[in-house]
């Protein structure tokens, strides 16, 4: 704990609540930051939603002469981060490929004067020629390398220009030793143990302090679902959340536009988002999300590094995801406010074989296998019965008691039943066909079909032919994933997908090994009961997002928040988080000082936006009686 006498402290306190309107600071930020103040290299590992760009914004305001350089991957990302900080009062700007000549110099110059605190530049900028030539003579305070993971190619999102970030301490670099004792602090959401490493060894970080928050989010709802009429279900889920704005996650181009097609057959508001698509209609969408005329974007992984909107309540896989930590990230963009989101993953068995076709196209067996290996954790984790945060939190070398209170199996226990006849029945219906078939052929058999493929084959003469047609074909589909799962059961992965018996069949097809089926979510065709509006959080229940709020008043300030931000061109979430407008709904302040004192105003934002959210207030107020406190 900070010593409340340390004029350093007191001084952060006060940025804090000037410039981010905060009375406290998050977890292990606060520790950081103090390390950062000393010059010390730093690297920092924050899920998202934590907290990490504060990391580096504060201490940048804290340092009495040079400037902070932010090295960014994306250009959407620095262009929204430094929006947010101008609203905050904080002098920042961006030099990337969206500036003329004139107005990059112009910015340039700016910086050379000190007019600065922090200047953003993606790896690319930073060794042309250009930047080469202003960091020789810019005063640099320290470097912060934002998104770290994309340094290392073990990372899901590796990207190759941010390996020439060593050479920011290399003496035979191109800015030989003139760096060589300004601190870094590297930041990322996202990093496996060996990424960690990786990341820390390539950047050059020496004796770095090392802060390492929990991976869990307790504001995210996890659920898998079976892939079925994936459409009307997200409709469903619309329709009982009118004002939720979210992303979902499709494979493909097809399969984004056509998901976005059928939201706005049912009046909702939905783009899409993909490589296939100019970049001036990319630009856009991600627009139309980010200033809130879309409600919905469809969209493959392309989409959303760049996106610092904190008010998104669900992110939709509507297909499997390749590997955990794209996962854990693409939902990680839910709830950056702290505020309840859900994040629903459709599975289906079809779309791992999908993936699996396409791991075969790949150049080297060390990428086939390294490819597969991530693929079979994402199937893992779907068919998990048990707590879902315990299985993600251990892919990042994290432990978990279980119980985590905001999943679908903790919040509804799935059933088990004895599988092991059915299974046996299975595998006898494989080797009696000769190993030869896929499994729709072989359920049919099973199921006692008569269709031509079985009866030109001779197959209905087969011993197992209708032994299981009291099962329907979803369970027996469900079954084979799980034997597959399991190593029971093969199959090739090539177009025709032929199912075979493996080393461990024999053992089942004896009886020796108990088949016990857990009916998992990705195998019942039921949702768990409860949502981000419905369930219960085991460890998130005390905080301010489940305290009640004025609804009526909370809708009247977003349409407010919406209006203010269309006149300025930013938006609605530079002007205020959802999480404000709640609170403020909850408070119901009438005067500056109460005003104020609602987390998330600063003076910056009392003296720029209180005069409009105030006068709504007490007109709410007058019109109706309320009072602070009352919901």
């Known amino acids: 704990m900070a010593d409340p006498h340390d004029p350093v402290a007191g001084l952060l306190d006060q940025l804090l609540k000037r410039h981010f309107g905060h009375d406290s600071f998050r977890p292990l930020q606060r520790a950081i930051i103090d390390d950062a103040v000393a010059g010390r290299d730093c690297f920092v590992i924050l899920p998202t939603g934590g907290g990490k760009s504060l990391c580096y914004q504060l201490p940048s305001l804290a340092d009495a002469a040079g400037v902070t350089v932010v090295v960014s991957p994306l250009i959407a990302l620095m262009q929204n981060q430094v929006d947010l900080l101008t609203a905050n009062g904080v002098p920042a700007t961006y030099l990337n490929s969206t500036l003329d000549g004139q107005e990059a110099w112009s910015r340039e110059q700016d910086a050379l004067a000190g007019k600065y605190k922090l200047v953003y530049m993606a790896p690319e900028r930073l060794f042309a020629a250009s930047g080469r030539n202003l960091l020789a003579q810019l005063q640099v305070a320290r470097f912060a390398i934002d998104e770290a993971h994309c340094i290392s190619e073990w990372g899901h999102d590796f990207r190759p220009e941010y390996r020439m970030l060593g050479q920011l301490r290399d003496p035979h670099g191109p800015f030989g030793d003139r760096f060589a004792q300004v601190p870094v602090i590297a930041l990322t959401a996202t990093a496996t143990p060996r990424v960690a490493d990786d990341i820390v060894r390539e950047l050059g970080l020496r004796d770095a302090a090392q802060h390492r928050g929990g991976f869990e989010r307790d504001n995210l709802y996890y659920e898998i679902r079976p892939k079925n009429k994936v459409a009307q279900q997200i409709i469903d889920h619309l329709e009982a959340h009118p004002a939720a704005e979210g992303i979902i996650y499709c494979q493909s181009r097809k399969g984004c536009d056509e998901m976005a097609q059928k939201l706005r057959g049912h009046g909702i508001a939905a783009v899409a988002y993909h490589a296939g698509l100019d970049a001036g209609t990319r630009e856009k969408h991600q627009n139309d999300f980010i200033f809130g005329d879309a409600q919905v974007v469809c969209a493959t992984i392309a989409f959303g590094m760049g996106v610092d909107k904190p008010d998104v309540r669900f992110v939709f896989h509507a297909d ?308 602070g406190g009352e919901a």
């Open 320 to 627: 499997l995801p390749r590997h955990i930590e794209g996962y854990y990230q693409e939902t990680g963009r839910a709830g950056r406010d702290g505020l309840p989101a859900d994040c629903i993953l459709f599975y289906s068995g079809g779309d791992r074989f999908k993936i699996e076709f396409f791991i075969e196209q790949k150049e080297t067996e060390e990428e086939r296998q390294h490819a597969r290996e991530q693929l079979e954790q994402v199937v893992k984790y779907a068919h998990t019965t048990g707590c879902r945060t315990t299985a993600l939190l251990k892919h990042f070398g994290e432990d978990h008691a279980g119980k985590c209170g905001h999943c679908d199996n903790c919040l509804k226990p799935p059933k088990t039943v004895d599988a092991t006849q059915d299974a046996r029945k299975l595998l006898s219906a494989v080797a009696r066909t000769g190993q030869r078939f896929g499994m729709g052929h072989v359920i049919n058999v099973l199921r006692g079909s008569k269709a031509e493929p079985v009866t030109r084959r001779g197959h209905e003469q087969l011993s197992v032919h209708g032994i299981g047609k009291d099962q329907p074909v979803g369970h027996w589909r469900s079954l084979a994933e799980h034997l597959i799962d399991q190593g029971h059961m093969g199959q090739t992965t090539d177009e025709y997908r032929t199912v075979f018996l493996t080393d461990t069949s024999e053992t089942v097809l004896k009886g020796d090994v108990p088949v016990p089926l857990v009916q998992s979510r990705a195998m019942s065709g039921k949702p768990a009961a409860g949502g981000s509006s419905s369930r219960s959080r085991s460890r998130a229940s005390a905080a301010d997002a489940d305290l009640p709020f004025d609804e009526t008043l909370f809708e009247q300030l977003r349409e407010l928040r919406l209006e203010l931000a269309k006149q300025q061109g930013v938006p609605p979430y530079i002007v205020f988080g959802d999480a404000p407008l709640r609170a403020m709904a909850r408070e119901k302040p009438t005067d500056d000082t109460a005003f104020l004192a609602v987390n998330g105003v600063g003076q910056n934002k009392l003296d720029r936006y209180g005069p409009d959210f105030l006068d709504a207030i007490r007109g709410y107020v007058a019109s109706t009686g309320a009072s």
